[in-house]
């Protein structure tokens, strides 16, 4: 159950070398796909995730706080479209929404600046420093967001696997390389790299399905997950909501038992 996430800069490349590898290998290509059934399974509209992943910079402080709400609804969705595996993820932020499986193959896509302002400039008829700015806003307003939701800078390689430079290749030789590096044995999934995935998918659910509950949404909980066993921890102020918790957490798909270890909070933050 390989995944492959290709992750690029703007004008860098990227559905078109997507398609070529998902051919090669058989494996399904998907990008916006994700984001839609996060809108449908958890009732979130779908122009908030694009708002919150996409480039317009006006967007950042409307939907700051809402930030927490959408990484995880994200990862989840995610993690629900990779069941099975074998599967080619183009778009924002794949590099992160896999931590810790050593199965995926995270692909990073560069060019210089100069390849892609001229991207820009034959597909949106810009002048060369109109599309340099434009660059340059895209840039900044992503790795911005990016950072918020995830932590770290998307444009630092050693967050990857394997670092291209599309200028310097055509689609063939970098849909190769992607090719043969996913099927080595560093890339191929054991019976520990899988068992991580799926914890790391109960992990997601659990979080989204307290995220989107009107009784728990503001809590802040932990949740750890070894073998679909689910532990919840945390400072709860209300100790009549964890029967709530532990039932939400019960009803997800994968999960084996649920402990929880909640704690109250010091009472000078009680009686101020």
Request: charged share 25%; aromatic share 8%; with cysteine.
């Amino acid at each position: 159950m390989s995944v492959i996430t290709i992750t690029r800069g703007a004008f860098s490349g990227g559905p078109e070398l997507a398609e070529r590898v998902a051919t090669q290998l058989g494996y399904r290509s998907v990008s916006r796909e994700v984001v839609l059934q996060a809108s449908e399974r958890y009732g979130i509209p779908e122009a908030k995730f694009t708002e919150i992943l996409d480039t317009a910079p006006h967007w950042w402080e409307r939907w700051q706080e809402g930030l927490r709400l959408y990484r995880i609804v994200l990862q989840a969705a995610m993690c629900e479209v990779a069941q099975g595996g074998n599967l080619v993820y183009h778009g924002h932020a794949g590099q992160d929404l896999f931590p810790g499986i050593r199965h995926v193959l995270k692909v990073y896509l560069t060019a210089p600046i100069s390849y892609r302002v001229e991207q820009v400039r034959a597909r949106e008829g810009m002048s060369e420093s109109a599309a340099l700015h434009y660059i340059e806003q895209v840039d900044k307003a992503r790795t911005r967001r990016l950072q918020a939701i995830f932590g770290g800078d998307w444009r630092d390689p050693s967050r990857y696997d394997l670092v291209l430079n599309v200028a310097r290749m055509g689609l063939d030789s970098a849909a190769h390389l992607i090719v043969e590096a996913s099927r080595q044995a560093d890339y191929q999934p054991t019976p520990e790299s899988e068992a991580s995935f799926q914890d790391l998918t109960i992990s997601a659910r659990v979080q989204a399905a307290l995220i989107i509950s009107p009784k728990t949404r503001n809590l802040t909980i932990h949740v750890g997950v070894e073998r679909g066993r689910v532990r919840l921890s945390g400072i709860l102020a209300q100790s009549d909501l964890e029967p709530e918790i532990v039932r939400i957490a019960e009803k997800i798909p994968g999960v084996t038992k649920v402990e929880a270890e909640f704690e109250s909070p010091p009472i000078e933050y009680m009686y101020p």
